[in-house]
């Protein structure tokens, strides 16, 4: 019996031991707390936070970022210029302004005399054949043939981080009212294609005329809400399938046919509307993987 006042005195003063160091413990985490609370205070903590920046969630289409990659304010009757992320899967951005007009309109003379009707690669053989997926008529470019394109080659490469000698010739389309392509890859699915350069990385289609309706760019594999785009309004019929871009004199989209990973991206499926009023002048860079031999 004389046993049991002891340990109770024991268990007393080991609780109130343990209760004053916790009331300590308590303490420091109130004045660690303030002190968080004056730095957030005083600006000099910031909290990260995912939904108030400028950068779209992935697939989040509503919330398109504006990105000013460089502000020319006119003096020189350029226009403002900026990146558009449009969309992650396929990973497409819209360049605002990447040509200028003399640029589009130099493009547009210099492929007039040499318009022949557009053909698709044929994915047996390899070779180029007439088809009705595709109404347009184009030509080509050299790749470094003036000063103008070595320039708006040069322009290219350093919006997509890849080199000039990546890019194959300069392809100039010309469609009219009706005119299309179908939806397709741009990489190849036959092994000839890919001898010279390997597989096509990413393409660079810029946009030389205004059109008055129809004529999108569209991506009908594209993930994300597609009619919370801006524009959707303004789409036509065929633009509504898939996430559209709309023509517009200057505008370069970019849109990469592989993964990060090298694996090659179905989502990047991509297709041009008909055109239903006006005309629709386009000239695409397709970028190799690997150096593409002229
Ligand atoms: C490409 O980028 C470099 C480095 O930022 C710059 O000096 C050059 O003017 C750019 N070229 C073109 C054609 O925009
Ligand atoms: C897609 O976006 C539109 C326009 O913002 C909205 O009205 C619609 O509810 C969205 N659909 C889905 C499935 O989130």
Same mark, same amino acid.
């Given at each position: 019996m004389a046993v049991k006042p002891r340990h109770a005195r024991?268990?007393?003063?080991?609780?109130?031991?343990?209760?004053?160091?916790?009331?300590?413990?308590?303490?420091?985490?109130?004045?660690?707390?303030?002190?968080?609370?004056?730095?957030?205070?005083?600006?000099?903590?910031?909290?990260?936070?995912?939904?108030?920046?400028?950068?779209?969630?992935?697939?989040?289409?509503?919330?398109?970022?504006?990105?000013? =990659?460089?502000?020319?304010?006119?003096?020189?009757?350029?226009? +403002?210029?900026?990146? +558009? =992320?449009?969309?992650?899967?396929?990973? &497409?951005? =819209?360049?605002?302004?990447?040509?200028?007009?003399? +640029?589009?309109?130099?493009?547009?003379?210099?492929?007039?005399?040499?318009?022949?009707?557009?053909? =698709?690669?044929?994915?047996?053989?390899g070779k180029s054949k007439d088809s009705r997926v595709r109404t347009s008529s184009g030509t080509f470019l050299a790749r470094g043939r003036d000063k103008i394109i070595r320039n708006i080659e040069k322009k290219i490469a350093n919006f997509t981080f890849l080199p000039v000698e990546h890019g194959e010739g300069l392809q100039i389309l010309h469609y009219e009212v009706g005119q299309k392509y179908e939806p397709h890859y741009d990489y190849f699915q036959d092994e000839y294609n890919t001898k010279n350069g390997g597989q096509r990385i990413a393409t660079v289609l810029m946009y030389l005329s205004d059109v008055e309706e129809g004529g999108e760019t569209v991506?009908?594999?594209?993930?994300?809400?597609?009619?919370?785009?801006?524009?959707?309004?303004? $789409?036509?019929?065929?633009?509504?399938?898939?996430?559209?871009?709309?023509?517009?004199?200057?505008? &370069? $989209?970019?849109?990469?046919?592989?993964?990060?990973?090298a694996t090659l991206d179905p989502s990047s499926l991509h297709g041009g509307c008909p055109v239903i009023k006006g005309n629709k002048w386009s000239s695409t860079k397709w970028i190799r993987v690997d150096e593409y031999k002229v």
């Open positions: 024991v268990a007393g003063r080991k609780s109130s031991s343990s209760s004053s160091s916790s009331t300590l413990v308590l303490t420091l985490l109130v004045m660690f707390t303030f002190v968080i609370l004056i730095l957030l205070a005083l600006g000099i903590l910031s909290v990260p936070s995912g939904s108030s920046g400028d950068s779209p969630k992935a697939n989040d289409l509503s919330s398109i970022a504006r990105n000013s =990659v460089e502000r020319s304010e006119g003096d020189d009757g350029s226009k +403002e210029q900026w990146v +558009e =992320v449009i969309s992650w899967e396929p990973r &497409a951005f =819209v360049y605002h302004n990447f040509l200028t007009k003399e +640029e589009c309109d130099y493009l547009i003379d210099l492929a007039k005399p040499r318009m022949e009707k557009s053909t =698709v690669v044929d994915s047996e053989t991506f009908p594999a594209a993930k994300g809400n597609i009619s919370s785009v801006p524009w959707w309004d303004e $789409l036509s019929e065929c633009g509504k399938k898939g996430l559209s871009i709309k023509p517009k004199m200057g505008d &370069a $989209l970019l849109f990469w046919s592989m993964n990060p990973d």
